[in-house]
């Protein structure tokens, strides 16, 4: 995980029009900060944490979109929030189906699966495809 | 100075006036700006040239920033800093929406033309949702074909007199390019080149800035460039050492490139 990604990201979350003055702004860029301190942290419980700080970010980043645009999903959830940006133009269809492969699904593993951990090379692809997701739908809207 | 001690007086300066981070790492930008500030909300993208840097007003440096602007979000403000020996005689901002001059002593407000500012970025504003749709009909012609996730693999190029790339024609509209092995760095620094000369290409870069307004007008509802994809088979491996290995593929990918992975 790419310390700069973060700090990237966070600036761009923090600036963002569509977020400006949105009550959980201040929320989404605390929780980027926290993937950043978790390096204090040795060994796999670092990349959890990581997870599970980057995925809360993003979680919210795109409640948040879709709340300022006045969208609504009936049950909230990472895979209802992409749907309904498919669904809206924002993400195209297969980038939906991509993103619940490689990013829902196996997040969904790790953070509700005792003792699963994925290979290191699996724990980085899901960290850079939340990078990537928050970057990309941030850029569109 | 160096250009790391110039890099290093720009941030202890902008500090001063905000948050400022040196050459930010973007998911889909390969060579994006030196520095990234926020200032009171506002985002700013930092390209520096100092003596010995490539032209900003040089097409592949437009392709460059024009790559950056769409892959940063729109209310991003894109300016250049010149060293005070560096400032082109003619200060054609042509991407940029501001530029400011670099002394040992101090860094100048930003300057600009608004008008000439605005235009600019209605024009990339028209073009950014034909280049994402290129860029997510290019990503899914790597996912239909490895569904478990773009990934690239090795091809062996011809080592002797290998050039950063060459282009082989294969369709009436297409190229492909072809990057030769290298390691991760060199092999980063082809693709970029490679994702420059597509971008030019696309944009009609090199022609005057007037030329990317054309094509935005071109494309305002009209998906011209999904159509129109260069294809560049790019086959490498990355070193997998805890950085995002994937980004170069994805860059590639969001400059054009259809990317073939022999598996």
Redesign the interface.
């Known amino acids: 995980?790419?310390e700069?990604?973060i700090?990237?990201l966070r600036?761009?979350v923090?600036?963002?029009?569509i977020l400006?003055n949105d009550s959980r702004r201040v929320d989404i860029v605390r929780e980027l900060q926290r993937v950043i301190e978790t390096k204090r942290i040795a060994g796999g419980d670092r990349w959890l944490l990581q997870v599970l700080h980057t995925t809360r970010a993003l979680d919210t980043c795109l409640s948040r979109v879709v709340a300022q645009r006045g969208w609504t999903v009936q049950k909230p959830s990472l895979g209802a929030y992409l749907v309904k940006l498919s669904a809206k133009g924002v993400?195209?269809e297969?980038?939906r189906?991509?993103w619940q492969?490689?990013l829902v699904q196996p997040r969904n593993t790790y953070m509700h699966s005792a003792n699963q951990m994925p290979p290191?090379?699996g724990a980085?692809?899901l960290l850079?495809e939340m990078?990537?997701c928050m970057?990309?739908v941030?850029?569109?809207? | 100075m160096s250009r790391t001690n110039t890099i290093r007086g720009l941030i202890e300066t902008l500090s001063t006036e905000g948050e400022a981070l040196a050459y930010p790492d973007h998911p889909l930008v390969l060579d994006g700006p030196s520095l990234l500030t926020v200032v009171k909300t506002v985002l700013t993208a930092s390209f520096v040239y100092t003596r010995g840097s490539r032209p900003a007003s040089s097409v592949a440096e437009q392709a460059r920033v024009l790559l950056a602007r769409l892959a940063y979000p729109g209310h991003t403000v894109f300016e250049a800093i010149f060293e005070h020996d560096s400032v082109p005689e003619s200060v054609d901002l042509g991407l940029f929406d501001s530029y400011r001059v670099m002394t040992p002593q101090s860094l100048s407000q930003p300057d600009g033309d608004d008008a000439a500012r605005a235009r600019v970025a209605l024009a990339v504003e028209s073009l950014r949702e034909p280049h994402f749709a290129r860029f997510a009909a290019n990503q899914q012609g790597a996912f239909k074909d490895h569904p478990e996730g773009a990934r690239a693999s090795f091809t062996q190029f011809s080592p002797s007199g290998t050039p950063r790339y060459k282009f082989v024609d294969t369709g009436p509209l297409s190229l492909t390019a072809q990057v030769p092995k290298g390691t991760r760095a060199l092999t980063i620094s082809r693709i970029q080149r490679v994702a420059e000369t597509f971008t030019a290409h696309d944009y009609g870069l090199g022609w005057g800035v007037s030329a990317l307004f054309d094509v935005a007008g071109a494309v305002d509802g009209d998906y011209y460039l999904e159509q129109h994809p260069l294809r560049a088979q790019l086959t490498f491996e990355s070193e997998r050492i805890g950085i995002d290995a994937n980004k170069p593929l994805r860059a590639a990918q969001f400059a054009g490139g259809l990317v073939k992975s022999a598996w």
């Open positions: 995980m790419s700069k990604r700090e990237t600036m761009i923090g600036s963002h029009p400006l993400i195209v297969h980038q189906r991509h492969d490689t290191q090379r980085d692809d850079d990078d990537a970057s990309i941030l850029a569109a809207v």
